[in-house]
Nanobody, 126 residues
Framework: VQLQASGGGLVQAGGSLRLSCAAS????????MGWFRQAPGKEREFVAA????????DYADSVKGRFTISRDNAGNTGYLQMNSLKPEDTAVYYC????????????????????WGQGTLVTVSS
């Protein structure tokens, strides 16, 4: 499975961006998905995750209420809607996925994921 992340860019604080993650194959529909980010000089951190079914989600405390993860299994695409962006949200954002039989589980640890997109840069100016 190849993942292609897009939608990053430069935005002012308080603005919004929508990231997309396009999967190359239909196994995306049986995959849990997640978004992670890595700021300069920092370790990669969890942002949001969604179960295979799309019925369950999890968010990092720092983005709760501002970011929304979603997916379109028919289109093999995942999304991360980011609102009320802050300068501390500046990072390279990565989408990730892995096939699982558990439709309702949500996975926040990067070690679960074996497919990763190339990353898209989000820069939030103050």
């Amino acid at each position: 499975v190849q993942l292609q992340a897009s939608g990053g860019g430069l935005v002012q604080a308080g603005g919004s961006l929508r990231l997309s993650c396009a999967a190359s194959v239909r196994t995306f529909s049986i995959s849990a998905m997640g978004w992670f980010r890595q700021a300069p000089g920092k370790e990669r951190e969890f942002v949001a995750a969604m179960s295979r079914s799309g019925g369950n989600t999890d968010y990092a405390d720092s983005v709760k209420g501002r970011f929304t993860i979603s997916r379109d299994n028919a289109g093999n695409t995942g999304y991360l809607q980011m609102n009320s962006l802050k300068p501390e949200d500046t990072a390279v954002y990565y989408c990730a996925a892995f096939s699982t039989v558990y439709s309702a589980h949500v996975y926040s640890a990067p070690s679960f994921y074996n497919y990763w997109g190339q990353g898209t840069l989000v820069t939030v100016s103050s």
